[in-house]
């Protein structure tokens, strides 16, 4: 027979446990869906592109946390046809990126495109940019061993 305070610790225990589950499967689900939408089918020269639909307001995200350029180049990595500046900024925002400061984030977008092709990083295809960097397979393997998402949105075979 367990005595009171041993079943009180056993019941809270249990509870936290549930609840530290809970939190883990939202936050896969959230890192799923993400994913999901990054491998979503596009061919990318259609007049428009399936819009990615995760939140309704996107707080959290794999994008929630870094910078302009790194998110820019995980969005643009999982399409090779690229995008308009337009597309990248809806995909940024629905990712999770949330800018800091005064300045909107369509406003970022095109001062970074600007910054990115001096740096021979981007190219403009029309209307597109189209991130030109190398990404290696190793770094791409490293991005899944660390649990964020593959930049190129496409998992390693």
Same mark, same amino acid.
Do not use: C
């Given at each position: 027979m367990l005595t009171k305070e041993i079943c009180e610790g056993l019941k809270a225990e249990r509870d936290s446990l549930l609840?530290?589950?809970? =939190?883990?499967?939202q936050d896969l689900d959230t890192r799923i869906k993400a994913i999901e939408a990054l491998l979503s089918p596009?061919? +990318?020269?259609g007049p428009r592109q399936q819009r990615l639909l995760l939140n309704d307001e996107a707080t959290e995200g794999p994008l929630t946390g870094k910078g302009l350029r790194e998110a820019?180049?995980?969005v643009l990595l999982s399409y090779p046809a690229g995008l308009k500046a337009a597309d990248l900024t809806t995909k940024l =925002?629905?990712?999770g990126y949330q800018s800091t400061g005064n300045?909107?984030?369509?406003?970022?977008v095109w001062a970074e495109? +600007?910054?990115?092709?001096?740096?021979?990083?981007?190219?403009?295809?029309?209307r597109r940019?189209?991130?030109s960097g190398k990404e290696t397979a190793r770094d791409q393997a490293a991005a899944l061993?660390?649990?964020?998402?593959p930049e190129n949105g496409h998992l390693p075979s």
């Open positions: 609840r530290k589950r809970r =939190e883990i499967v596009s061919d +990318g020269f820019m180049k995980i =925002e629905q990712l300045l909107p984030v369509k406003a970022r495109i +600007g910054r990115l092709k001096k740096e021979r990083r981007i190219q403009k295809r029309g940019v189209v991130w061993r660390q649990g964020d998402v």
